[in-house]
Protein backbone atom coordinates (compact mmCIF):
# COMPACT_ATOMS: atom_id res chain seq x y z
CA UNK A 1 0.00 0.00 0.00
CA UNK A 2 2.95 2.17 0.87
CA UNK A 3 4.64 1.87 -2.74
CA UNK A 4 1.61 2.22 -4.34
CA UNK A 5 0.62 5.33 -2.52
CA UNK A 6 4.57 6.68 -2.96
CA UNK A 7 3.89 6.05 -6.66
CA UNK A 8 0.66 7.46 -7.06
CA UNK A 9 2.20 10.78 -4.89
CA UNK A 10 5.30 10.84 -7.47
CA UNK A 11 2.79 10.74 -10.41
CA UNK A 12 0.81 13.52 -9.19
CA UNK A 13 3.83 15.15 -8.57
CA UNK A 14 5.12 15.09 -12.05
CA UNK A 15 1.67 16.05 -13.46
CA UNK A 16 1.77 18.99 -11.36
CA UNK A 17 5.35 19.78 -12.96
CA UNK A 18 4.66 19.14 -16.03
CA UNK A 19 1.05 21.25 -15.89
CA UNK A 20 3.47 23.97 -14.67
CA UNK A 21 5.87 23.46 -17.39
CA UNK A 22 3.17 23.39 -19.68
CA UNK A 23 1.65 26.71 -18.86
CA UNK A 24 4.84 28.49 -18.36
CA UNK A 25 5.78 27.66 -22.47
CA UNK A 26 2.40 29.23 -23.23
CA UNK A 27 3.40 32.75 -21.56
CA UNK A 28 7.10 32.48 -22.07
CA UNK A 29 7.71 35.85 -23.56
CA UNK A 30 9.20 35.41 -27.47
CA UNK A 31 12.87 36.08 -27.55
CA UNK A 32 13.71 39.77 -28.44
CA UNK A 33 16.38 38.63 -30.84
CA UNK A 34 14.21 35.73 -32.43
CA UNK A 35 11.38 38.62 -32.72
CA UNK A 36 13.89 41.26 -34.67
CA UNK A 37 15.52 38.02 -36.75
CA UNK A 38 11.51 37.01 -38.73
CA UNK A 39 11.07 41.04 -38.67
CA UNK A 40 14.45 41.73 -40.78
CA UNK A 41 13.74 38.08 -42.61
CA UNK A 42 10.30 38.79 -43.69
CA UNK A 43 11.24 42.68 -44.54
CA UNK A 44 14.70 41.45 -46.34
CA UNK A 45 12.69 38.90 -48.51
CA UNK A 46 10.20 42.37 -49.66
CA UNK A 47 13.25 44.79 -49.82
CA UNK A 48 14.78 42.58 -52.65
CA UNK A 49 12.22 41.93 -54.55
CA UNK A 50 11.37 45.46 -54.87
CA UNK A 51 14.57 47.58 -54.81
CA UNK A 52 12.85 50.63 -57.07
CA UNK A 53 10.05 52.06 -54.68
CA UNK A 54 8.78 53.75 -57.40
CA UNK A 55 7.79 50.83 -59.75
CA UNK A 56 4.30 50.38 -60.52
CA UNK A 57 2.44 47.06 -59.50
CA UNK A 58 1.15 45.08 -61.91
CA UNK A 59 -1.28 42.60 -61.54
CA UNK A 60 -4.95 43.07 -63.40
CA UNK A 61 -4.31 45.99 -63.52
CA UNK A 62 -1.49 48.48 -62.95
CA UNK A 63 -1.32 50.47 -59.31
CA UNK A 64 1.13 53.20 -58.49
CA UNK A 65 3.54 52.01 -55.74
CA UNK A 66 1.79 54.39 -53.26
CA UNK A 67 -1.46 52.87 -53.21
CA UNK A 68 -3.15 51.17 -49.65
CA UNK A 69 -1.57 47.95 -49.82
CA UNK A 70 2.06 49.11 -50.23
CA UNK A 71 0.84 52.19 -48.14
CA UNK A 72 0.46 49.51 -45.29
CA UNK A 73 3.57 48.06 -45.39
CA UNK A 74 5.45 51.11 -44.93
CA UNK A 75 3.00 51.85 -41.49
CA UNK A 76 5.38 48.42 -40.14
CA UNK A 77 8.39 49.15 -41.68
CA UNK A 78 7.96 52.23 -40.05
CA UNK A 79 6.89 50.39 -36.75
CA UNK A 80 9.92 48.10 -37.15
CA UNK A 81 12.29 51.13 -37.34
CA UNK A 82 11.44 52.22 -34.14
CA UNK A 83 12.56 49.25 -32.28
CA UNK A 84 15.29 48.56 -34.90
CA UNK A 85 17.10 51.49 -36.21
CA UNK A 86 18.45 50.09 -39.49
CA UNK A 87 19.57 53.01 -41.83
CA UNK A 88 18.35 51.01 -44.78
CA UNK A 89 14.53 50.92 -43.20
CA UNK A 90 14.20 54.90 -42.97
CA UNK A 91 16.34 55.03 -46.44
CA UNK A 92 14.15 53.07 -48.12
CA UNK A 93 10.72 54.94 -47.03
CA UNK A 94 12.40 57.98 -47.62
CA UNK A 95 12.96 56.59 -51.26
CA UNK A 96 9.37 55.93 -51.06
CA UNK A 97 8.20 58.90 -50.18
CA UNK A 98 10.58 61.25 -52.46
CA UNK A 99 9.39 59.12 -55.34
CA UNK A 100 6.06 59.73 -54.84
CA UNK A 101 6.61 63.75 -53.82
CA UNK A 102 4.92 63.22 -50.86
CA UNK A 103 1.79 62.90 -52.46
CA UNK A 104 -1.14 60.71 -51.77
CA UNK A 105 -2.18 58.24 -54.19
CA UNK A 106 -4.78 59.99 -56.96
CA UNK A 107 -3.43 63.43 -55.97
CA UNK A 108 -3.58 65.67 -52.99
CA UNK A 109 -7.50 66.10 -52.58
CA UNK A 110 -8.66 62.82 -52.77
CA UNK A 111 -11.59 61.86 -50.05
CA UNK A 112 -10.86 58.38 -50.73
CA UNK A 113 -9.20 56.21 -47.50
CA UNK A 114 -7.62 53.69 -49.24
CA UNK A 115 -5.52 56.72 -51.69
CA UNK A 116 -4.54 58.61 -47.92
CA UNK A 117 -2.94 55.51 -46.77
CA UNK A 118 0.37 56.78 -47.47
CA UNK A 119 0.33 59.79 -45.64
CA UNK A 120 0.87 57.98 -42.17
CA UNK A 121 4.28 57.23 -43.18
CA UNK A 122 4.85 60.78 -44.27
CA UNK A 123 3.92 61.84 -41.45
CA UNK A 124 6.10 59.42 -39.63
CA UNK A 125 8.95 60.46 -41.13
CA UNK A 126 8.41 64.33 -40.65
CA UNK A 127 8.61 63.50 -37.05
CA UNK A 128 11.53 61.11 -36.87
CA UNK A 129 13.38 64.30 -38.75
CA UNK A 130 12.23 66.54 -35.71
CA UNK A 131 8.97 68.04 -37.72
CA UNK A 132 11.64 70.17 -39.83
CA UNK A 133 10.38 69.81 -42.79
CA UNK A 134 6.87 70.91 -43.66
CA UNK A 135 6.75 69.95 -47.06
CA UNK A 136 6.53 66.18 -46.01
CA UNK A 137 3.25 66.82 -44.45
CA UNK A 138 1.65 70.24 -46.92
CA UNK A 139 -0.21 67.88 -48.59
CA UNK A 140 -1.75 64.97 -46.62
CA UNK A 141 -2.56 68.35 -44.17
CA UNK A 142 -3.96 70.06 -47.41
CA UNK A 143 -6.42 66.83 -47.94
CA UNK A 144 -7.37 66.83 -44.40
CA UNK A 145 -7.98 70.11 -43.88
CA UNK A 146 -9.90 70.12 -47.39
CA UNK A 147 -12.17 66.78 -45.96
CA UNK A 148 -13.15 69.52 -42.80
CA UNK A 149 -13.98 72.15 -44.95
CA UNK A 150 -16.88 70.29 -46.00
CA UNK A 151 -19.93 68.90 -43.91
CA UNK A 152 -19.25 65.58 -45.41
CA UNK A 153 -18.83 62.51 -42.61
CA UNK A 154 -19.68 59.55 -44.68
CA UNK A 155 -16.80 58.79 -46.61
CA UNK A 156 -15.68 55.81 -44.60
CA UNK A 157 -18.24 53.19 -45.53
CA UNK A 158 -16.42 50.46 -45.23
CA UNK A 159 -14.31 49.47 -42.16
CA UNK A 160 -10.81 48.95 -43.83
CA UNK A 161 -11.07 52.25 -44.24
CA UNK A 162 -10.93 53.74 -40.49
CA UNK A 163 -7.26 52.04 -40.45
CA UNK A 164 -6.16 53.91 -43.47
CA UNK A 165 -7.35 57.29 -42.72
CA UNK A 166 -7.72 57.57 -38.89
CA UNK A 167 -4.61 57.66 -37.78
CA UNK A 168 -3.63 60.51 -39.99
CA UNK A 169 -6.56 62.68 -38.77
CA UNK A 170 -5.28 61.86 -35.02
CA UNK A 171 -1.42 62.80 -35.62
CA UNK A 172 -2.35 65.56 -37.46
CA UNK A 173 -4.13 66.81 -34.21
CA UNK A 174 -1.12 65.90 -32.09
CA UNK A 175 1.26 67.04 -34.30
CA UNK A 176 -0.73 70.97 -34.95
CA UNK A 177 -1.97 71.06 -31.74
CA UNK A 178 -5.73 71.84 -33.38
CA UNK A 179 -8.85 70.05 -32.54
CA UNK A 180 -10.35 70.02 -35.56
CA UNK A 181 -8.03 66.66 -36.44
CA UNK A 182 -9.52 65.15 -33.31
CA UNK A 183 -13.20 66.32 -33.65
CA UNK A 184 -13.78 65.57 -37.91
CA UNK A 185 -11.91 62.08 -36.83
CA UNK A 186 -14.53 61.20 -34.14
CA UNK A 187 -17.52 62.61 -36.75
CA UNK A 188 -16.20 60.14 -39.21
CA UNK A 189 -15.94 57.10 -37.92
CA UNK A 190 -18.80 57.73 -35.53
CA UNK A 191 -20.95 57.60 -38.85
CA UNK A 192 -19.53 54.13 -39.54
CA UNK A 193 -19.83 53.17 -36.57
CA UNK A 194 -23.80 53.93 -35.89
CA UNK A 195 -25.28 54.75 -39.41
CA UNK A 196 -23.35 53.22 -42.24
CA UNK A 197 -25.44 50.43 -43.26
CA UNK A 198 -28.63 51.64 -41.98
CA UNK A 199 -27.55 51.48 -38.43
CA UNK A 200 -24.24 50.95 -38.39
CA UNK A 201 -21.38 48.41 -39.05
CA UNK A 202 -21.01 47.58 -35.50
CA UNK A 203 -22.89 45.02 -33.52
CA UNK A 204 -23.06 46.60 -29.42
CA UNK A 205 -24.35 42.80 -29.04
CA UNK A 206 -21.31 40.25 -30.65
CA UNK A 207 -18.78 43.45 -30.48
CA UNK A 208 -17.37 42.79 -33.69
CA UNK A 209 -17.77 44.87 -37.24
CA UNK A 210 -19.65 43.88 -40.40
CA UNK A 211 -17.24 44.56 -43.61
CA UNK A 212 -19.59 47.17 -45.12
CA UNK A 213 -23.88 47.46 -45.68
CA UNK A 214 -23.72 44.58 -47.88
CA UNK A 215 -22.68 41.96 -44.93
CA UNK A 216 -25.69 43.82 -42.25
CA UNK A 217 -28.49 41.16 -41.48
CA UNK A 218 -30.31 39.74 -43.08
CA UNK A 219 -27.10 39.02 -44.93
CA UNK A 220 -25.70 35.09 -42.43
CA UNK A 221 -22.67 33.05 -43.32
CA UNK A 222 -23.68 29.40 -44.56
CA UNK A 223 -23.95 28.41 -40.78
CA UNK A 224 -26.56 31.23 -40.00
CA UNK A 225 -24.08 33.28 -38.28
CA UNK A 226 -23.31 36.81 -39.07
CA UNK A 227 -20.22 37.45 -41.43
CA UNK A 228 -17.62 39.42 -39.15
CA UNK A 229 -14.35 39.06 -41.68
CA UNK A 230 -11.27 38.53 -39.78
CA UNK A 231 -9.21 40.91 -41.40
CA UNK A 232 -11.60 43.89 -41.40
CA UNK A 233 -11.99 43.57 -37.90
CA UNK A 234 -8.03 43.69 -37.82
CA UNK A 235 -8.12 46.69 -39.58
CA UNK A 236 -10.59 47.88 -37.11
CA UNK A 237 -8.89 46.97 -33.99
CA UNK A 238 -5.15 48.55 -36.06
CA UNK A 239 -7.15 51.52 -36.17
CA UNK A 240 -8.33 52.10 -32.60
CA UNK A 241 -5.23 51.17 -31.24
CA UNK A 242 -3.34 53.82 -33.40
CA UNK A 243 -5.98 56.37 -32.54
CA UNK A 244 -5.50 55.57 -29.10
CA UNK A 245 -1.48 56.28 -29.60
CA UNK A 246 -2.45 59.97 -30.07
CA UNK A 247 -5.64 61.13 -28.99
CA UNK A 248 -5.62 62.89 -25.68
CA UNK A 249 -6.78 61.26 -22.72
CA UNK A 250 -8.24 64.18 -21.85
CA UNK A 251 -10.73 64.32 -25.44
CA UNK A 252 -14.30 63.83 -24.87
CA UNK A 253 -14.08 60.53 -27.17
CA UNK A 254 -11.19 58.53 -25.88
CA UNK A 255 -13.41 56.56 -23.82
CA UNK A 256 -15.53 55.31 -26.45
CA UNK A 257 -12.41 54.71 -29.01
CA UNK A 258 -11.28 52.56 -25.47
CA UNK A 259 -14.10 51.12 -24.98
CA UNK A 260 -14.39 49.98 -28.43
CA UNK A 261 -11.31 48.76 -28.72
CA UNK A 262 -11.46 46.56 -25.69
CA UNK A 263 -14.67 45.33 -26.81
CA UNK A 264 -13.12 44.22 -29.81
CA UNK A 265 -10.55 42.47 -28.31
CA UNK A 266 -12.88 40.37 -26.19
CA UNK A 267 -14.85 39.17 -28.74
CA UNK A 268 -11.73 37.73 -30.80
CA UNK A 269 -10.59 35.83 -27.41
CA UNK A 270 -13.70 32.73 -27.31
CA UNK A 271 -12.83 31.99 -31.12
CA UNK A 272 -9.24 31.58 -31.36
CA UNK A 273 -8.26 28.65 -33.11
CA UNK A 274 -6.60 25.87 -31.53
CA UNK A 275 -3.82 26.32 -33.95
CA UNK A 276 -3.06 30.21 -32.81
CA UNK A 277 -4.67 31.30 -35.82
CA UNK A 278 -8.07 33.43 -36.51
CA UNK A 279 -10.46 31.55 -39.30
CA UNK A 280 -11.14 34.26 -41.72
CA UNK A 281 -15.02 34.60 -40.94
CA UNK A 282 -14.64 34.86 -37.24
CA UNK A 283 -17.96 33.38 -36.29
CA UNK A 284 -18.15 30.47 -39.33
CA UNK A 285 -15.33 28.26 -39.23
CA UNK A 286 -16.74 25.81 -41.82
CA UNK A 287 -16.61 29.00 -44.51
CA UNK A 288 -13.20 28.64 -46.03
CA UNK A 289 -12.06 27.77 -42.09
CA UNK A 290 -8.11 27.74 -41.88
CA UNK A 291 -5.04 29.54 -40.81
CA UNK A 292 -5.05 33.04 -42.36
CA UNK A 293 -2.02 35.37 -41.87
CA UNK A 294 -3.45 38.90 -41.81
CA UNK A 295 -6.53 39.16 -39.37
CA UNK A 296 -4.14 36.80 -37.21
CA UNK A 297 -0.99 39.11 -37.19
CA UNK A 298 -3.26 42.42 -36.55
CA UNK A 299 -4.73 40.99 -33.47
CA UNK A 300 -1.63 40.45 -32.61
CA UNK A 301 -0.69 43.80 -32.85
CA UNK A 302 -3.75 45.14 -31.31
CA UNK A 303 -3.23 42.86 -27.82
CA UNK A 304 0.49 43.62 -27.73
CA UNK A 305 0.00 47.29 -28.12
CA UNK A 306 -2.95 47.09 -25.30
CA UNK A 307 -0.41 45.16 -23.05
CA UNK A 308 2.79 47.36 -23.28
CA UNK A 309 0.38 50.31 -22.88
CA UNK A 310 -1.38 49.34 -19.84
CA UNK A 311 -4.64 49.63 -21.28
CA UNK A 312 -5.90 45.53 -21.82
CA UNK A 313 -5.22 42.53 -18.51
CA UNK A 314 -2.00 40.83 -19.54
CA UNK A 315 -2.73 37.49 -17.79
CA UNK A 316 -5.56 37.13 -20.04
CA UNK A 317 -4.11 38.44 -23.28
CA UNK A 318 -0.39 37.86 -23.46
CA UNK A 319 -1.05 33.87 -23.55
CA UNK A 320 -3.14 34.44 -26.10
CA UNK A 321 -1.37 36.72 -28.54
CA UNK A 322 1.66 34.35 -27.70
CA UNK A 323 0.15 31.46 -28.93
CA UNK A 324 -1.05 33.46 -31.99
CA UNK A 325 2.77 34.93 -32.57
CA UNK A 326 4.28 31.40 -32.61
CA UNK A 327 1.93 30.31 -34.96
CA UNK A 328 2.84 32.63 -37.51
CA UNK A 329 6.28 31.97 -36.54
CA UNK A 330 5.83 28.63 -37.16
CA UNK A 331 3.59 28.27 -40.18
CA UNK A 332 3.21 31.17 -41.75
CA UNK A 333 7.17 32.98 -42.23
CA UNK A 334 9.02 30.44 -44.54
CA UNK A 335 12.96 30.52 -44.37
CA UNK A 336 13.57 32.58 -47.16
CA UNK A 337 10.90 35.37 -45.45
CA UNK A 338 8.09 34.32 -47.72
CA UNK A 339 4.63 35.11 -45.83
CA UNK A 340 2.24 31.80 -46.24
CA UNK A 341 -1.31 31.59 -45.79
CA UNK A 342 -1.92 35.57 -46.24
CA UNK A 343 -5.42 36.03 -47.89
CA UNK A 344 -5.29 37.95 -50.84
CA UNK A 345 -6.88 41.39 -51.26
CA UNK A 346 -11.01 41.79 -51.00
CA UNK A 347 -13.48 41.91 -48.57
CA UNK A 348 -15.07 39.03 -47.16
CA UNK A 349 -13.68 35.16 -46.96
CA UNK A 350 -14.35 33.68 -50.11
CA UNK A 351 -11.79 36.21 -51.55
CA UNK A 352 -8.67 34.94 -52.40
CA UNK A 353 -9.22 31.47 -51.79
CA UNK A 354 -8.10 28.91 -51.36
CA UNK A 355 -4.75 30.13 -48.77
CA UNK A 356 -1.93 27.74 -48.99
CA UNK A 357 1.77 27.93 -47.09
CA UNK A 358 3.54 28.00 -50.99
CA UNK A 359 0.89 30.44 -52.58
CA UNK A 360 1.83 33.78 -53.58
CA UNK A 361 -1.40 36.39 -52.28
CA UNK A 362 -2.30 39.05 -55.37
CA UNK A 363 -0.21 41.45 -53.45
CA UNK A 364 2.18 40.80 -51.24
CA UNK A 365 2.79 43.94 -49.21
CA UNK A 366 0.08 44.39 -47.20
CA UNK A 367 0.18 41.01 -45.39
CA UNK A 368 4.06 41.73 -44.33
CA UNK A 369 2.98 45.17 -42.79
CA UNK A 370 0.80 43.98 -40.44
CA UNK A 371 3.65 41.21 -39.47
CA UNK A 372 5.67 43.71 -39.12
CA UNK A 373 3.31 45.67 -36.48
CA UNK A 374 3.00 42.87 -34.50
CA UNK A 375 6.30 42.09 -34.71
CA UNK A 376 7.11 45.44 -33.25
CA UNK A 377 4.60 45.13 -30.88
CA UNK A 378 5.49 41.82 -29.19
CA UNK A 379 9.32 42.96 -29.57
CA UNK A 380 8.19 45.50 -26.52
CA UNK A 381 6.81 42.97 -24.44
CA UNK A 382 8.28 42.75 -20.53
Not at 205 to 223: A, G, I, M, S, T
Request: glycine share 8%; net charge positive.
Amino acid sequence: MKKLLTASFVAIMLGGFSSCSAQKQKTALPNKKEVLEVAERTNKYFMDKWPDTKKDIVGKKVWPSNLWTRAVYYEGLMALYSVDKKKEYYDYAMSWANNHDWNLQRGTYTRNADHQACGQTYLDLYEIDGRKNPERIKNVKAAMDSMIATKKVDDWWWIDALQMSMPIFTKLGKITGDQKYFDRNYEMYAYTKYKHGGNGLYNVKDKLWWRDKDFVPPYKEPNGEDCYWSRGNGWVVAALARTLEDTPKSDSHYKEYLQDYKDLLSAVLPIQREDGFWNVSLHDPTNYGGKETTGTALFVYGMAYGINKGLIDKKTYLPVLIKAWNAIVKDSVQPNGFLGWVQGTGKEPKDGQPLAVDKIPDFEDYGLGCVLLAASEVYKLK
